[in-house]
Structure formats: structure tokens, C-alpha cells
């Protein structure tokens, strides 16, 4: 198994500016599971940092992936 790498940089495209995550199949296997972590917790603002102080190998700039329920998840809830 080979280790994980993941990286989030800043690109430019046609369309203007983009932020790509790249990885290995590892490191996209990670990513995929650190949003997961995320959904499964289930409350509003349950969170995950990616950076380079964790999770991310290379970083032009940091992303925070935010749970943020939306109003037809209000309403089933009420």
C-alpha cells in the first residue's frame, strides 16, 4: 500500500481561478473519509481542518469542510 498524499492548491483555468484537490488513491481515499467523518457527526458546524499542520501534504490555502444543514433538512427534522 502506498502512502497517502493529498495536496490543495490554487490553479488557474479557463474559467479563472479554481482550488483543486489532488492526491494518490490513498490520499483521495482519506479525503473521501475525513468528509464522512464529517456528514456521519450530524450536527450543525461539525467540522474538519485541512491544512498542512494535518491531513494535507501541500496547501496554498487552507479549506474547512463545514456541515451546514439547509432548510429541507430543518423542516424533516421538525
Do not use: T
Not at 457527526?41 to 501541500?58: A, C, F, I, M, P
Not at 469542510?65 to 429541507?72: D, E, M, P, T
Amino acid at each position: 500500500m502506498s502512502p497517502e498524499f493529498l495536496e490543495i492548491e490554487k490553479a488557474e483555468s479557463d474559467g479563472g481561478e479554481e482550488l483543486r484537490i489532488n492526491g494518490n488513491r490513498q490520499g483521495l481515499i482519506h479525503f473521501a473519509r475525513l468528509v464522512l467523518e464529517v456528514a456521519e457527526k450530524d450536527y450543525e458546524g461539525s467540522h474538519q481542518h485541512l491544512d498542512e499542520h494535518g491531513n494535507v501534504d501541500r496547501c496554498d490555502m487552507p479549506v474547512v469542510i463545514v456541515l451546514k444543514k439547509y432548510v429541507w433538512d430543518i423542516d424533516r427534522a421538525g
